[in-house]
Nanobody
Framework: QVQLVESGGGLVQPGGSLRLSCAASGSIFRLNAMGWYRQAPGKQRELVAGIAPDGSTNYESFAKGRFTISRDNAKNTTSLQMNNLKPEDTAVYFC???????????????WGQGTQVIVSA
């Protein structure tokens, strides 16, 4: 089975920084795109940033210049460095990965359990 586990969330003051990490493990044949999403109470889950196996990245506008996504293909991990955090960044952050498992020829989206980020003075 495939599992994604996030870590690094917490409480931070406005202007502060957090680094989120996500590790994928299990029956992984191919690990395709990885990304981070977030969901605030009463709102839809939204993309924060994504990264392809070749390292190319995509950021939503609110994340550009503040957040940096990276990945380590050897370790099946992705990280999200978040700087200059704002109260509106408060949300549960989810790791996502598109994975081809050993038992199937197709790719599937897998999700972590989420990690809470609270930005408050």
């Amino acid at each position: 089975q495939v599992q994604l586990v996030e870590s690094g969330g917490g409480l931070v003051q406005p202007g502060g920084s957090l680094r989120l990490s996500c590790a994928a493990s299990g029956s992984i044949f191919r690990l395709n795109a990885m990304g981070w999403y977030r969901q605030a109470p009463g709102k839809q889950r939204e993309l924060v940033a994504g990264i392809a196996p070749d390292g190319s990245t995509n950021y939503e506008s609110f994340a550009k210049g503040r957040f940096t996504i990276s990945r380590d293909n050897a370790k099946n991990t992705t990280s999200l460095q978040m700087n200059n955090l704002k109260p509106e960044d408060t949300a549960v952050y989810f790791c996502n990965a598109r994975i081809v498992p050993w038992y199937n020829s197709g790719a599937f989206d897998y999700w972590g359990q989420g990690t809470q980020v609270i930005v408050s003075a």
